[in-house]
């Protein structure tokens, strides 16, 4: 062994006996020269899928059994070091010192102006690009995946609630999963094992799937740090973001390697940067490490660091074999870092066979007919009850000091936690009265350990005002019980008075989860309210009571209602959820009995509470007795999700959903009504990668029986009239409340594009702000009646939160408004 690779090998037994067949652990150090650890330093046992990485401290470990292998150890920018060990039946430490890796030039003649040689590397990296993506047709692997999250410092409290967190270790977890993936995208994983520090019950968030990235794909999406997604350094329109500069070769294992600088053209692209490294001849990716930060437009993180390893698996096909995300965190008093890493070993590999040059009868089939299915991921019972001799087998990965201290503290603790003392400690840091919680968030008490939570409403919700109750009072409150962390049951009373119509009102809801996995839910709702004439709530109390007393514009319409509601949904088979109502209502129309505002007394007038309409030249009713029977599906065809012991998780689908809606106006039994209405919408999310992303609604409806109704069954369009927006796919911005509700078919589309900063990227002095152009368009036909168009441009994300777009509209070809509409966009 050459001295200058300064490795030291050191074998001692263990007291006790051995026998043939028993691993025995490989242990040591990863260090540089000078005797730093190189934390994360990747190491496999070559032609195998055998390996591991070090841990922060540079310690790593792995179980071998008896034989002669060849180890390699790597860590970018170092030189690869290759050792032949023989394993018999001791334990061995070996401690390998990297030395830095020696890059060569290529004797290449570069003219003054002429490019990089990194370029020619680059281009052919992009012309095998797809080959590489698709010579694996399907594979198989165990991937152990570990995340920690640490905070520096945190807010004491947000919007008024006191934030019970230590800083430290936050968040300490530790998975292995069977994970299977064929292509294009069938994806199956299987949840072995799974621990979170402090919680013996709880199950990891670490999953194998959601490591899947690939720099061999054109786009790289990251969910939740940014809306568009970014471009790889070999993407096939790479030369548009990129500048690359050669800094070198290397040679390992008789491979050239060339080590390329990634240099963004514009810091504000979403693109990387840091270093890739590509195979000579084969063009393949030899590992990344490349980096994000603010500069890229992420959301919430200040840098994202990204480390990939790959090695060869099967006839030179090259794998991951370990991949790091690093980063650090800076948003609302939050601050702090966390480090997720994967380790994938022992992969199956059926290789492309249209690709790759096999034997017939050397060829295989990786996965039966029937073996992926819309169960992406499923985490087995006892994942959460392995216990620490388990651990200490598996895991790949040693543990730090730091962790080891955080995973006893905290495992001791959880008794203590999980008891009534401790409990009632905390509950009287969070259940606190703040002066906050009157007018941000609401008022929050618990009895965590009985599982029981208490919400009051903000004041905005508490006191609202309107022509028909004059200043009225709205006291909400929702009490809650779980088991095991999952809610049971929920109680909803709420009482009202209107100081001007001195009328009292109250009415409460119970609420029953039966079925969690199902979401199988009823309620019972009853009482006497008041109610829009729109269930579905075209304005709300807040927005309302601005615009009477400022604008002197009474838009809530509503009407009196004694009732009782029986309510049941639940999801029947996967995709498809359920829901049916039955309501028996007395009706009483409501008439205005305040006309105060702050302004316009002298030149505005308000309307009438019966509301004004096109087909309907009296909306009025008096009083009537309704029974409504409803009943929809919600289906989400090829739907993906999670199955938990206790919980299913639905993710979304890449096919468009369908919502069938049946209502029914059912006349005897003191009823005076008689109608049937059906409605269709089609809806679905849309990502046009580098151009933003989008959606579309398309709905249509019709009653197929009209003999007895009132305005209050009729159809009612989503409209708005206030500056005040709610941007939901189904709203329309500029169009009358109730001008153009119907019991005529009709026929509606709502788009919605948001470029998610392809546009203001490009000025400096916007970008900062990370605001966005979003456009929208939306069309009402009412049959026999109207033919509504509005169009908006805007910008959202403004400080984070804010959308302001305007708007114009037309109908039947001429002008009917144009407006700005502000709201919440994030």
């Known amino acids: 062994m050459h001295l200058s690779l300064k490795i030291v090998i050191l074998t001692f037994a263990i007291s006790g006996s051995f026998y043939q067949g028993v691993a025995s652990e490989l242990f040591g150090t990863v260090t540089d020269q000078s005797g730093e ?64 890796e020696v890059l060569q030039l290529q004797e290449i003649v570069v003219k003054a102006d002429g490019p990089d040689p990194a370029y020619e590397v680059i281009k052919a990296a992009i012309d095998k690009r797809k080959y590489h993506s698709e010579e694996v047709n399907a594979y198989r692997c165990k991937v152990y995946i570990k995340g920690m999250q640490t905070l520096d410092e945190k807010p004491d409290q947000i919007l008024g609630m006191n934030i019970p967190l230590d800083t430290g270790i936050v968040y300490l977890s530790e998975s292995v999963s069977d994970l299977s993936v064929a292509r294009p995208d069938k994806i199956k994983e299987v949840m072995i094992s799974s621990k979170v520090s402090g919680s ?12 899947l990235i690939s720099f061999y794909d054109n786009l790289l999406t990251f969910t939740g740090l940014s809306e568009r997604g970014f471009v790889s350094p070999i993407a096939n329109n790479a030369l548009m973001f990129y500048d690359y500069k050669l800094e070198g070769t290397m040679l390992e294992a008789g491979l050239l390697v060339n080590k390329i600088r990634v240099i963004p053209k514009r810091k504000s692209d979403p693109v990387f940067e840091g270093f890739i490294y590509i195979l000579e001849d084969s063009w393949r990716i030899h590992s990344v490490d490349l980096k994000l930060t603010k500069a890229h437009q992420v959301e919430f993180i200040d840098e994202l660091n990204i480390n990939q390893v790959y090695a060869p698996v099967k006839d030179n096909i090259w794998m991951v074999l370990s991949q790091r995300f690093a980063y650090y965190l800076n948003v609302f008093g939050f601050r702090g870092n966390g480090n997720f890493i994967g380790i994938h070993s022992d992969y199956q590999i059926e290789p492309n066979y249209e690709l790759v040059k096999t034997k017939k009868s050397a060829r295989i089939q990786l996965f039966p007919e029937g073996y992926f299915s819309n169960e992406v991921l499923k985490i087995e019972k006892e994942a959460n ?123 409460a809801k119970f609420s029953y989860q039966f079925n969690p996995i199902k979401r199988t839910r009823a309620f019972i709702e009853g009482g006497k309210f008041v109610s829009q004439f729109n269930q579905d709530v075209s304005i709300t109390p807040l927005i309302n009571s601005f615009e009477t007393l400022v604008n002197r514009r009474n838009y809530i319409k509503m009407y009196e209602k004694s009732f009782v ?197 490009k000025f400096p002095f916007i970008r900062k702000s990370k605001a966005q152009i979003v456009a929208s368009a939306n069309y009402l036909n009412t049959d026999g009646s109207i033919h509504y168009f509005e169009y908006g441009l805007g910008v959202e994300h403004m400080f984070k939160v804010l959308r302001v777009d305007f708007y114009g509209a037309l109908l039947d070809g001429a002008n009917y408004g144009n407006g700005l509409r502000v709201g919440i966009g994030f």
């Open 37 to 100: 650890p190189l934390p994360y330093a990747t190491l496999y046992i070559l032609n195998t899928t055998k390996g591991t990485t070090t841990n922060i401290e540079g310690r790593y470990s792995i179980d071998l059994p008896p034989g002669n292998y060849e180890v390699v150890y790597q860590y970018v920018g170092y030189k690869k070091q290759q050792v032949s060990l023989k394993v018999d039946h001791r334990r061995i430490l070996l401690n390998v010192v990297l030395e830095p």
């Open 200 to 211: 013996n019950s709880a199950f990891s968030y670490n999953q194998g799937s959601q490591m």
């Open 385 to 507: 009850k392995r216990d620490v001799d388990y651990w200490e087998l598996i895991r790949p990965i040693p543990l730090t000091k730091i962790e080891s201290v955080d995973y006893q503290a905290k495992d001791s603790l959880e008794e203590i936690m999980q008891s009534r003392p401790y409990k009632d400690s905390i509950d009287k840091v969070v259940n606190k009265f703040n002066i906050e919680n009157l007018f941000v968030g609401g008022y929050f008490f618990q009895k965590s350990f009985r599982e029981r939570y208490f919400r009051f409403q903000p004041i905005y919700d508490v006191l609202q005002y309107n022509t028909i109750e004059g200043i009225t009072v709205n006291l909400k409150s929702i009490y809650t019980q779980e088991k095991e962390g999952i809610w049971k049951y929920q109680i909803i009373p709420t009482v009202r008075y209107g100081f001007s119509s001195e009328d009292f009102y109250a009415k």
């Open 565 to 761: 509601k029986l309510y049941y949904s639940s999801e029947i088979v996967n995709g498809v959820t359920w829901k049916s109502t039955l309501e028996y209502a007395r009706r009483n129309e409501l008439f205005n009995t305040s006309d105060y505002s702050f302004f316009y007394e002298n030149d505005r007038v308000f309307t009438p509470n019966a509301p004004a309409n096109m087909e309907l030249a009296n909306t009025s009713f008096g009083s009537s007795d309704a029974l409504v029977f409803t009943t929809s599906f919600n289906i989400k065809f090829g739907q993906k999700y999670i199955s938990r012991p206790d919980m299913k998780f639905n993710l979304e689908s890449q096919y468009p959903a369908l919502f069938v809606h049946y209502r029914k106006g059912i006349k005897g039994l003191g009823s005076q009504v008689d109608f049937d209405e059906i409605v269709m919408r089609i809806y679905k999310d849309m990502q046009y990668g580098l151009f933003g992303g989008g959606n579309y609604t398309i709905w249509a409806g019709t009653y197929l029986n009209d003999r007895r109704l009132t305005f209050a069954d009729f159809k009612h369009h989503t409209g708005n009239q206030s500056v005040f927006a709610n941007f939901d796919n189904d709203n329309y911005q500029l169009l009358d409340y109730y001008q153009f509700s119907t019991t005529d078919s009709w026929f509606g589309i709502h788009v919605d594009h948001h470029f998610n900063g392809f546009i203001l990227n």
